[in-house]
């Protein structure tokens, strides 16, 4: 089965820049999908289709996609972007395709 | 504005099947090219997906739980459900549905229902 790699963790201080990643084989190929999650809320998206922003999303979240890597960037981080951020793809390589999510990383705004 | 309410058991033993159910409201689960979809998340612990249903009734589910999983739409009621049987405890968890595309990418998404797995 397709395996997406994400690190447990982020930590930075407000104002910085926080990218999280997302590994996977040849993932640059597929279309990456990132969802927020605060504690007790059901996980809302903050980029899709590799780096489109819904609406209502701050311009400081942003997406991209190459390689065995896609990454979520947040400009300028603020307390209130402390979550678990999961990448998603949808793979169809094997004989059961399936939705898949990266493990999940905790962003923390220290 | 479409929203989903999951609903069910929130206590089932083990060796036995859990139910859920997830009403539509706001708009027809028939309408649009959409995939209604579990996903569950185990306390303190990441999502996982679990299956989805389009309207016609095709369904795609978890390697890992598709020999105990079934996910069928009711339109006349406008809700989908979710089966899975011999549960453990592994099963516990908070269950959402939620509506999205082909994907993965999903817009709408139930408050989740906690199921726990105990005797």
């Known amino acids: 089965s397709y395996v997406l790699t994400q690190p447990p963790s982020v930590s930075l201080a407000p104002g910085k820049t926080a990218r999280i990643t997302c590994g996977g084989n040849?993932?640059?190929?597929?279309?990456v999908h990132w969802y927020q999650q605060k504690p007790g809320q059901a996980p809302v998206v903050v980029i899709h289709?590799?780096?489109d922003r819904p609406s209502g999303i701050p311009e400081r979240f942003s997406g991209s996609n190459s390689g065995n890597t896609a990454t979520l960037t947040i400009r300028g981080v603020e307390a209130a972007d402390e979550a678990d951020y999961y990448c998603?793809?949808?793979?169809?390589?094997?004989?059961?395709?399936?939705?898949?999510f990266g493990g999940g990383t905790k962003l923390s705004v220290l | 504005q479409v929203q989903l309410q999951e609903s069910g058991p929130g206590l089932v033993r083990p060796s036995q099947t859990l139910s859920l159910s997830c009403s539509v409201s706001g708009g027809s689960i028939s309408g649009g090219t959409f995939y209604w979809t579990w996903i569950r998340q185990p306390a303190g612990k990441g999502l996982e997906w679990v299956g989805r249903?389009?309207?016609?009734?095709?369904?795609d589910y978890n390697p890992s739980l598709k020999s105990r999983v079934t996910i069928s739409v009711d339109t006349a009621n406008n809700q989908f459900s979710l089966r899975l049987t011999s549960v453990t405890a592994a099963d516990t968890a908070v269950y959402f549905c939620?509506?999205?595309?082909?994907?993965?990418?999903?817009?709408?998404w139930g408050q989740g229902t906690m199921v726990i797995v105990s005797s």
């Open positions: 249903v389009y309207a016609s009734g095709s369904t």
């Open positions: 040849n993932i640059g190929s597929k279309s």
């Open positions: 998603v793809v949808w793979d169809h390589t094997t004989d059961e395709p399936a939705v898949v």
């Open positions: 939620a509506r999205g595309d082909y994907y993965g990418y999903y817009t709408i």
């Open positions: 289709s590799d780096s």
